[in-house]
């Protein structure tokens, strides 16, 4: 079990530019989120999903989109990359069921110039 | 709507000395709260969880966390802290009744230990 794994690890963007983290999971978790953190500010939740075809914004969803096409699979999209969206962005899961544990990726270092 | 306060940025402790890191929390219902541990340049990982039952709840690495329902506080604590305890820890909180909404972090507790 590689559990959730995030790519790419670390990526330095110019400010306009796009671009598509892929988070994937492989315990047949329904729920899958991500967050950005920064220093001072803890973990913020960007965007949700609840099941395959589903989404739902979190608290600073603002500047970002996703898609769950996949079961396993939820990418996080940054159409015109801004110097505020510098941060370390995790990905998690869960199944949904029982306590909603979340089991997290080891993050993106994204930089944006 | 749910919230989690961790009221201490830094925690200070000496290696075999006892450690605390505060939680709190506010919930409408009955709360589903969990700790979880990050070290530099990692993913979060989870320490332990209070579902329901005994208040006192054992997790990974020696850590423990105690529920106390009228001070709405959930404190990890561990005996005897080592060196490599030091990281960034994270206290969360979901109602049991909230449907499908996810997990609310605290801002996080850094602690260090030394030796």
């Known amino acids: 079990n590689a559990g959730v794994t995030q790519t790419p690890k670390f990526r330095v963007l110019k400010t306009g530019q796009s671009m598509t983290l892929l988070c994937a999971q492989d315990m047949n978790h329904e729920y899958m989120y991500w967050y950005r953190q920064d220093p001072g500010m803890g973990l913020r939740l960007i965007h949700y999903s609840v099941g395959e075809g589903t989404t739902a914004k979190g608290e600073v969803p603002d500047g970002y989109n996703v898609s769950r096409l996949k079961k396993q699979n939820f990418l996080l999209g940054l159409e015109s990359a801004a110097p505020s969206q510098t941060s370390v962005y995790f990905c998690?899961?869960?199944?949904?069921?029982?306590?909603?544990?979340?089991?997290f990726g080891p993050g993106t270092r994204l930089t944006v110039t | 709507a749910q919230s989690v306060a961790q009221p201490e940025d830094q925690v200070n402790v000496a290696e075999g000395n006892p450690l605390t890191v505060k939680c709190t929390y506010s919930v409408s219902g009955n709360p589903y709260l969990f700790w979880y541990v990050q070290y530099p340049n990692r993913g979060l990982q989870f320490l332990l969880k209070?579902?329901?039952?005994?208040?006192l709840v054992k997790g990974s690495y020696g850590f423990e966390a105690e529920f106390n329902k009228s001070q709405t506080s959930f404190h990890l604590k561990k005996p005897s802290a080592l060196v490599s305890d030091s990281a960034l820890y994270f206290c969360?909180?979901?109602?049991?009744?909230?449907?499908?909404?996810?997990?609310?972090f605290g801002k996080g507790t850094r602690l260090s230990v030394i030796a």
């Open positions: 998690a899961s869960s199944s949904g069921t029982d306590s909603y544990e979340q089991y």
């Open positions: 209070y579902i329901t039952g005994d208040n």
């Open positions: 969360a909180v979901r109602d049991m009744w909230s449907g499908n909404t996810p997990l609310v």
